[in-house]
């Protein structure tokens, strides 16, 4: 079995509803998806994600648009002739057939038979962890070893790239935790480029090598999960991944280290991204772990405070601005109550500045979206 | 081995025509299954050729201006009577039919009583689909006619069963068992919970049921009694035998083909029944879509309230088993007639009649129709389902239409089937000079008019195979499928593997109702048969016009032991519905 490399180029793909209006689902999507590689698409429900992963299964067809697999264009090819292993959100197990035949169906498609086929079915199970129960049939398994049997037909086949369609939702938290990882494991044991559908940030930070954050069909940004929650590249996304807030100010300097901006009065140097100049107003955007509570040159009123165990969750105001702040010093130093003011410091290695250019064009794209959700 | 198979699958474009740059110039296509494209090829001809076309040629040979004075005539009186005949035969027989479809109904879900009690007028209830339509009507004329047994031998009366209250007595008691199974099924759906609401609310037991059950059942009931209309409207064996001078548009639709060869007022009869049928029909379809969704409130739980007051379960008891006893009287003359010389007149017992259908002159019919009719039903269950799957599944323009034009093949009544087909293939159709269908019906027609036969039991039974196959693949999560052509089976594999195990028990009431419904098929196929193809149901027709009702028992008892017969090895070749049922977990019943 080989990895496959899966490229679309540009897909677009326009929905036309009963009444004759026309959804445009997925708009102008380019991706490149090395082999091996795990990536997952992340964004809010309606997004585009599954009409993306259901174009490259074959079950939708381009309105515009190539995916290449392996430098091909496949979209004459029927979904059975692409060889992508599917995993659906509704497992989708053939409820007539026993766990063993549901992981031989496609193997036996393929021409196996006998001892080979045995064989490939028990090291599928196998590898999910699952012994012993290859002649129960499905509706006799929880539900988390549904998943796992779906899992195991699905790399039966030895497919080129492996699909997941928010294949965890159905499970309970401390399930999906686990199966997460184990996906991630055998994924990672077999090599197989993995394409991720999942609207559950951190499932998608623990599980992929790039993360492509969606929303109203486009791409927002796609990359590594620290780039993306370190270095987002429009407010949607650092809103999206993580939580966040966005405090203005005018650009004093610019240097190869980072831009000095100015907040609140106070002159702080922030990573940034390219194209910023001096005099511009920037976008920052502040993490709750980018505010130090106790000591600074800020001060700030303590609007609500969430008290979480290890760490103490502040909503704080200074001017109009509100920005969340997190305290994980809150033992040596005691708890502040709302009304209360605090100094705070902004850590400015923990800061990012939105780049300038993105940032108008995602302004733009915003009103793009809600005239597509108003029509 | 599965190393060959992945090098296809990561070689796109190997081995597929068009590729590259014509594929590329005629845009994004949709890369389309074969087997789908077949299917959806054959299934549109046979829905065109064989159901649409001879409709239009009715409406074509009625819209012509000789017709307008034969329209004026049949609309004007004396001779509109027909018409209004027509109209109250439906509506009476609807009203009755439904009243005792609910009447059977409700003792099955709300009414305690043993349980063998229960399954008997079960089974009673559901004998008339296996029957001739106008089998009670000839045990009938035995009964209650002018020399009826009961009437005239042990009560002395003169009355005359012939015209509407015969009528109404045997189409109700043949028609409504369509409409006790699906509103049964209805009321088994309906939630407990909101009985149990109104009660907690403070409702008394007569005012749940007049003001949450009725209404909650008000659209399967008008679904029914619609149905129950277009059935009585369609009908023409009942109206035929026991009609006498309550002339019926489809009894004297028959004449004006059959006896005076005149196509034409055919034709404006055909038109006249055909307009109030297909409306009636498709506002019940309406209605029946309704009902289904009304009674998904969710998962029922809890047991439905039960009838607990002592007259009121004796009333309702009561009722049911004095219908269901005079079934049993009616079928029960059937019986003891087929073994009788002459049933009213002469009782010597006798196997005669069994001779003459079995080994004398009825050999062919009962070959003839038992062939004919095996062989459709397989045909007509298939495209059932594949219509049901491709309109269900399928993502083209024009599925509904797909669909309407197959129900048409319900919608109509049988009997313009017969004039359209007299009309369309009785010449060869050609297309410059070439022969495309050969002569189908009539003198020296192909396979002596067996193909114009065959055709018109699929297409009166596919809509059966459709509906029951379109509501089991409603309840199927269309990810299965995806996952079997995710995992390289192309659309036919899929089909034949998850597809049809997971619709069974659909498809196999599809067959069974198919091979019924064809047996049992009269008003079609009497203006296709030919000397060379003997009908049953029309020999059985033809002996009661001899008088020879010793002969038409014997048919009818056939006809009915053939079907069960039949009905059993479907059920062991296709698998029995409770096994496919309890082993695929999945909600697939749609018969129920
Ligand atoms: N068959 C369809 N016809 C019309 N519109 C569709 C169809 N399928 C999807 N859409 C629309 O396309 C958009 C994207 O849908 P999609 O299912 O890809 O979203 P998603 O990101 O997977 O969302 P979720 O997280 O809720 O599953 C939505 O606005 C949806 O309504
Ligand atoms: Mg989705």
Redesign the interface.
């Known amino acids: ?2 990895a ?1 490399t899966l490229r679309l180029e540009r897909v677009t793909k326009v929905f036309q509803t009963p009444e004759g209006r026309d959804v445009v689902a997925v708009d102008d999507v380019t991706l490149e998806l090395p082999p091996g590689s795990f990536v997952t698409l992340l964004g809010p429900s309606g997004c585009g994600k599954t009409t993306t992963l259901r174009m490259i ?3 939708e ?4 648009g190539r995916i290449l ?2 430098e ?15 995993v ?3 497992y ?5 057939l026993s766990v063993f035949e549901n992981v031989a ?3 036996r ?4 038979r006998g001892r ?1 086929l045995d064989q490939r079915v028990e090291a599928a199970l196998a590898l999910v962890n699952l012994h012993g129960l290859a002649r129960r ?3 006799e398994l929880s539900g988390g070893q549904q998943q796992r049997v ?1 899992l195991a ?2 790399m039966a ?2 497919p ?1 790239v492996l ?1 997941f369609d928010e294949p965890l939702s159905n499970l309970d938290a401390k399930l999906r935790v686990s199966l997460r990882s184990e996906i991630r494991r055998i994924q990672q044991q077999l090599g197989t480029t993995s394409v991720y559908v999942t609207h559950d940030q951190s499932e998608a930070m623990a599980l992929s090598d790039i993360v492509v954050v969606m929303n109203a069909g486009r791409v927002e940004q796609a990359g590594s999960p620290s780039e993306v929650y370190r270095r987002p590249r429009s407010r949607f996304v650092a809103d999206f991944i993580g939580s966040a807030d966005f405090l203005d100010g005018p650009v004093l300097g610019v240097t190869p280290e980072g831009l000095d901006v100015s907040l609140f009065g106070v002159t702080v140097r922030v990573a940034a991204g390219d194209g910023h100049r001096v005099g511009d107003a920037a976008t920052v955007v502040v993490r709750p772990e980018s505010v130090r509570v106790g000591d600074g040159p800020i001060r700030a009123l303590v609007r609500g405070s969430t008290f979480l165990g290890s760490l103490v969750e502040y909503e704080l105001m200074v001017g109009d601005q509100v920005f969340g702040a997190l305290d994980p010093d809150w033992m040596s130093r005691g708890l502040h109550v709302p009304g209360e003011e605090v100094p705070v410091s902004l850590i400015g290695s923990k800061l990012y500045a939105l780049p300038p250019d993105v940032r108008s064009d995602t302004a733009a794209h915003a009103s793009d979206t809600t005239e597509v959700a108003a029509d | ?2 190393t ?3 090098a ?6 190997t081995g ?1 025509p ?2 590259g740059q014509e ?2 110039a005629r845009g ?6 074969p087997a789908v494209v077949v299917a959806l090829v054959l299934s549109v001809a046979f829905v065109l050729i064989a159901i649409v076309w001879p409709v239009l040629a009715v409406i074509g040979a009625a819209l012509t201006d000789g017709a307008i004075p034969i329209f004026q005539r049949y609309l004007s009186p004396p001779q509109n009577q027909i018409l209004v005949n027509t109209v109250v035969l439906g509506v009476v027989v609807a009203t009755v039919g439904t009243a005792i479809a609910f009447l059977f109904a409700f003792v099955q879900v709300r009414v305690p009583a043993n349980r063998w009690l229960k399954r008997v007028l079960h089974v009673i209830a559901l004998l008339p689909i296996v029957s001739p339509p106008f089998a009670l009507a000839i045990a009938a004329i035995s009964l209650f006619g002018r020399s009826g047994m009961i009437t005239r031998d042990l009560l002395g009366m003169r009355v005359d069963i012939y015209g509407l209250p015969g009528l109404t007595l045997v189409m109700s008691l043949s028609f409504f068992p369509v409409a006790y199974v699906s509103l049964m099924g209805l009321m088994r759906a309906l939630d407990p919970a909101l009985d149990e609401a109104a009660a907690n609310l403070g409702s008394s037991k007569l005012r749940i049921f007049r003001t949450v059950t009725v209404p909650l059942l008000l659209p399967g009931l008008a679904s029914g009694f619609l149905l129950l209309f277009v059935e009585a409207l369609a009908d023409l064996g009942n109206p035929l035998v026991l009609g006498g001078n309550f002339t019926v548009l489809s009894s004297r639709l028959y004449i004006a083909i059959i006896g005076q060869y005149d196509m034409l007022t055919g034709s404006v009869l055909a038109v006249l029944l055909l307009v109030p049928s297909l409306i009636v029909y498709f506002v019940h379809r309406y209605y029946a879509e309704r009902a289904s969704v009304v009674s998904v409130t969710g998962k029922p739980t809890g047991r439905p309230s039960e009838v607990s007051g002592r007259p009121a379960r004796a009333m309702l008891l009561g009722a049911a088993c004095l219908v269901a006893g005079l079934i049993v009287l009616l079928y029960g003359t059937i019986v003891v007639g087929s073994f009788t010389k002459l049933l009213g007149v002469d009782h010597t017992l006798t196997l005669r009649n069994y001779e003459a259908v079995l080994f004398g002159y009825g050999t062919k019919a009962v070959t003839d129709t038992t062939l004919l009719a095996g062989l459709a039903t397989p045909l007509a269950g298939l495209l059932g389902v594949v219509i049901a799957f491709l309109v269900i599944r399928g993502r083209f323009p024009g599925r509904g239409a797909l669909d309407f034009g197959t129900m048409l093949g319900v919608a109509v009544p049988g009997t313009i089937f017969g004039i359209g087909y007299l009309l369309v293939f009785n010449v060869p159709v050609q297309i410059a000079g070439f022969t495309i269908i050969p002569k189908l019906t009539g003198g020296a027609a192909l396979l002596g008019g067996a193909l114009a036969i065959l055709l018109v039991y699929i297409l009166r039974s596919a809509p059966g195979g459709l509906r029951a196959g379109a509501a089991s693949l409603q309840q199927i ?1 269309p ?2 499928e ?10 036919a ?2 089909f034949r ?2 597809v049809l ?2 619709i069974r028990p659909a498809f196999l009431s599809g067959l069974i109702y198919s091979f019924a419904r064809s047996m049992t098929a009269i008003s079609a196929v009497i203006f296709l048969t030919t000397p060379q193809i003997r009908i049953m149901t029309q020999q059985i027709l033809n002996e009661t016009d001899a008088a020879r009702y010793g002969n038409a028992y014997a048919y009818c008892v056939i006809l009915i032991l053939i079907v069960l017969a039949a009905i059993g090895i479907l059920s062991v070749l296709v698998g029995s519905s409770t096994r ?1 049922e309890r ?4 909600n697939v019943g749609a018969s129920r």
């Open positions: 079995m080989s496959g299964a074959g079950f067809t381009p309105t515009r697999l392996d091909r264009d496949i979209a004459r090819l029927t979904p059975d002739k692409r060889g992508m292993g599917m659906f959100q509704s989708a197990l053939f409820p007539h169906y496609g193997v498609l393929r021409g196996v080979d049939r499905p509706s779906a037909r699905a086949i030895e080129r699909l | 081995m599965d060959s198979a992945l296809t699958a990561g070689g796109p474009g597929l068009g590729d594929a590329a994004r296509r949709r890369a389309l299954d999560d990810s299965i995806e996952a079997s052509i995710s995992l390289g089976a192309d659309q594999t899929t593997k998850v195990p997971l496919a082993t695929s977990g999945v």
